[in-house]
């Protein structure tokens, strides 16, 4: 799919506009994931903008694509993305984490619309994802799965049990990502548990594995098209990002990790987006 | 009663039978399908049955993630790894997530034998009992192991169902009816209630057998359901016989035995027994060796039920 330029620069307004709102549900909050939530945006947008087959007003149609974020604590940006495609009430952002809300810390099927599975505690994704890519096999349907993973998720045993299920069981209508920001809240992925060569690894358990700017729409938005062609063998796309980006005090901070900004820092970081 | 068949093999039939009467029954395993008796299904519906390989988590993720599409996933291993290994996996995708998954787990208790402490499971239903949106389910015989199956497959939510290695005498009839968490009357007594799970009910049979020889009316209640537990049993029990035994094979922390005594402390305190493995771990043996070693028997229940009675007030 080749983007124009009127389409990447719509695109990427709705991404910008998806920032403001992961700051300032996050800063209401006064707590969550800040720099990996701002790290998926393009991934995010791609998606649920570009690829994914899937209606906002019937959730639960029986053929949509399914979407899995595994790292759960990326919630915020795709509690943005729902509501701004009105799979429940915008209102609800700014209730995020209350007690009055319906929007929990980590993503929860039951209460909310668009949701698949509830994540958080990591590692489970991948699999739920397969359980997903079989049924589809199963019923002969076209339905595709797509599952996020964090970098630093990988280091779940459960991820490589799953990476070895998908490949068994040719799961083509499966693509993962990996969110490669590589910091993770202890530190960098390097120092805390290396994973690397994660395109070797992943390859040798049997996947196409794809490379790309996890922030460049065109990239995204190719590497998703090759996916598709794809047969036999699941797609990876390690999707290289920033954690933090976009807001230039926020970008490769391990702090933000899992702190939400203060009303101070919010306020710079919109100066900082609305000047884009 | 009469002969002993394995709740385990009626299973693996059971499984079958209605594999054919409802198309959305996926079958998953992991590397035990000889020993769980799912390879009976995967011979009949290859194209429904996932061998998942000695990756218990993976396992059940991935069916949770077969159950979103409306499938509905029988789960199979042993006790010990289903529970254990997988617990976080069983909290997360199916209990918090509310997904329609049968968790059907062979070789609990001591009664594995001889593969020991390891393959032995005495804390499954403990680690099952306290996930919300969990319900538990122990057949006492082949027959009510069919029943509950054929309940299950139209029931909705993540349930546990707790089979056996061993082969367990038969106590129900074809008549009988399952129904999830109702305790289920066996024989009716006034002077103390054994309340059994497992292949403990047909051993309190025997038990209820010695004590009314004795003139004692022992009442024995099949808790088939641990969760959701019936608490109008165990209160009208406690009320009408004033004494209660409590026998399963399993830890007496978390199985049944606290299950009841949670009720009995908050509504009516009244003497009672826990019959169990005591806080320790299995060993090698045969099985109704280790059913001896480990105080299972109907003469242990003969006697706490004495010792029990004693402790009446008035």
């Known amino acids: 799919m080749l983007l124009t330029e009127k389409k990447e620069a719509e695109l990427q307004e709705i991404a910008r506009q998806l920032r403001v709102e992961v700051l300032k549900m996050l800063t209401n909050a006064g707590s969550g994931h800040t720099g990996g939530s701002l790290s998926i945006i393009e991934i995010l947008v791609t998606l649920y903008y570009l690829k994914l087959r899937h209606d906002p007003q019937n959730p639960f149609w029986s053929e949509r694509d399914r979407f899995v974020l595994s790292k759960g604590h990326g919630a915020p940006a795709l509690y943005a993305v729902l509501a701004r495609l009105k ?88 693509c993962a990502i990996i969110d490669a920001n590589k910091l993770q809240i202890d530190g960098p992925l390097c120092s805390i548990m290396n994973v690397e060569p994660l395109k070797q690894k992943w390859q040798s358990f049997g996947w196409q594995v794809l490379e790309t700017n996890g922030h460049d729409l065109s ?23 920033i954690k933090g980006k976009g807001v230039s005090f926020m970008e490769g901070k391990i702090e933000y990790h899992g702190v939400a900004p203060t009303k101070e820092e919010l306020k710079k970081a919109l100066v900082e987006l609305e000047n884009v | 009663m009469s002969k002993s068949i394995g709740t385990r093999d009626v299973y693996g039939e059971v499984l079958v039978r209605l594999g054919k009467q409802i198309p959305e029954i996926v079958v998953l395993d992991a590397d035990l399908s000889c020993s769980t008796r799912t390879a009976q299904f995967a011979k009949v519906f290859p194209e429904r049955f996932f061998n998942m390989g000695i990756a218990e988590q993976d396992m059940i993720s991935t069916a949770a993630g ?18 254990g290994r997988a617990w976080d996996q069983i909290r997360q995708s199916l209990c918090y997530s509310q997904q329609n998954v049968k968790i059907v787990a062979t070789h ?3 009664t594995v034998g001889e593969d020991s402490a390891t393959h032995q499971a005495n804390e499954d239903i403990s680690l099952m009992r306290v996930l919300p949106n969990m319900s538990v389910i122990v057949p006492a015989d082949a027959i009510e192991t069919e029943k509950a199956m054929e309940f299950l497959v139209q029931d909705k939510g993540p349930t546990y169902l707790r089979l056996s290695r061993h082969k367990f005498p038969i106590i129900h009839d074809e008549e009988y009816i399952f129904q999830k968490g109702k305790a289920v009357l066996i024989e009716d007594g006034s002077d103390v209630t054994i309340m059994a799970t497992g292949i403990m009910v047909s051993k309190a049979l025997e038990a209820m057998e010695i004590l009314k020889k004795e003139g004692i009316g022992a009442r024995v209640l099949n808790f088939s359901t641990i969760k959701p537990i019936d608490q109008e ?66 003469e242990v229940i003969v006697k706490e039920v004495k010792d029990v009675i004693a402790r009446k007030k008035g």
């Not at chain 1, 505690?121 to 339905?143: E, F, I, R």
């Not at chain 1, 995204?220 to 290289?240: G, M, R, Y």
């Not at chain 2, 005591?278 to 001896?292: K, N, V």
């Open chain 2, 233 to 298: 049993a165990i209160i009208k029990a406690a009320q009408q016989t004033g004494a209660i035994v409590t026998a399963e094979e399993h830890s007496i922390i978390g199985g049944l035995g606290s299950a009841v005594a949670e009720i009995l402390a908050e509504f009516c305190p009244t003497p009672l027994k826990r019959i169990g493995i005591r806080d320790s771990f299995g060993i090698s043996g045969d099985a109704e060796d280790l059913l001896h070693y480990f105080g299972l028997t109907p």
């Open chain 2, 66 to 83: 077969l159950a979103t599409t409306g499938k509905i996933p029988f789960v199979n291993t042993f006790a010990i790894f289903a529970t």
């Open chain 1, 87 to 174: 799979y429940f009430d915008s209102a609800e952002l700014q209730k995020l984490r209350k007690i009055d809300g319906m929007l929990q810390g980590h993503p929860f099927n039951v209460s909310t619309p668009g949701i698949e599975i509830s994540t958080g505690s990591l590692g489970q994704g991948l699999s739920v994802a397969n359980g997903m890519a079989l049924a589809a096999k199963l019923n002969q349907a076209k339905w595709r799965v797509y599952v996020l993973l964090g970098d630093g998720e990988t280091q779940e045993g459960q991820i490589w049990e799953a990476a070895m299920t998908s490949a068994h069981y040719h799961l083509d209508n499966l």
């Open chain 1, 219 to 241: 990239c995204l938005a190719a590497a998703f098209d090759q996916s598709e062609k794809t047969q036999k063998v699941p797609s990876l796309i390690i999707a290289h990002t």
């Open chain 2, 108 to 110: 609990s208790g001591i």
